[in-house]
């Protein structure tokens, strides 16, 4: 079935290190969404991307769409460790419901 | 506050016994959906509603019902849970319908355990 692809699944750094997750889809996305989700709590929208080669920044995060809008990325730059969580990407592939990637979990350690 | 409200927070319950989860939205929103939350298996979704008696499948839909007998709610239903439900449920709407680049906001979730 579509299935959008997330990696890594977990990562580990040192609170100060930069972290970085991919999503993948096997066709193009009319969009991709980024959701954090902190521990024991709920999925958070942070932000949507809609354009071929988009990037936007909130703060330490960038978000990156691919030129074929089939990859997107999330960077964070020093991370904290109010960073910690399930980062989720999410897209619609034509016309279809929002699917969402496994996600990664980041830990931070200070 | 704009918000999604799921109740109960947290559910212990046995094979067999069947359980209602509520959600409503208070923000008029349209569209709404359940996802449940599996480690490894990150959001599926088990069923969506388009708006008010529009309801429709979604990956993981067996074992549940859903209604949308108004705008504002969409309780989830187990008619006999089993144990391969354990797991924590999350309540989702959007303004519109997905496919329009809306936004999902989600409610604090489920903690489902069955025995």
């Known amino acids: 079935g579509q299935q959008v692809m997330q990696i890594p699944q977990y990562q580990h750094v040192q609170e100060g290190e930069d972290f970085t997750t991919y999503c993948n889809s096997s066709t193009t996305l009319s969009n991709i969404q980024w959701y954090k989700q902190r521990p024991g709590g709920h999925p958070v929208f942070l932000i949507q991307l809609v354009k071929s080669g988009e990037v936007k920044k909130q703060k330490r995060l960038t978000f990156q769409f691919g030129e074929a809008k089939k990859n997107s990325s999330l960077h964070i730059t020093a991370t904290q460790t109010t960073d910690v969580g399930t980062y989720f990407c999410?897209?619609?592939?034509?016309?279809?419901?929002?699917?969402f990637g496994k996600g990664t979990t980041l830990s931070v350690s200070s | 506050e704009a918000q999604v409200t799921q109740n109960p927070r947290y559910l212990i319950t046995v094979t067999g016994k069947k359980l209602t989860v509520t959600c409503s939205q208070n923000?008029?929103?349209?569209?709404m959906s359940w996802y449940r939350q599996d480690p490894g298996l990150g959001l599926r979704q088990i069923y969506y509603s388009m708006n008010v008696e529009v309801t429709d499948k979604g990956d993981v839909p067996e074992g549940y019902k859903v209604s949308r007998k108004e705008k504002r709610n969409f309780p989830l239903i187990l008619e006999s849970p089993s144990p391969n439900q354990t797991s924590l449920y999350f309540c989702?709407?959007?303004?519109?319908?997905?496919?329009?680049?809306?936004?999902?906001?989600f409610g604090s979730g489920t903690q489902l355990s069955v025995l």
């Open positions: 989702a709407s959007s303004l519109r319908p997905a496919g329009k680049h809306e936004k999902l906001f």
């Open positions: 923000m008029n929103h349209e569209y």
């Open positions: 999410a897209g619609h592939q034509a016309g279809t419901a929002l699917i």
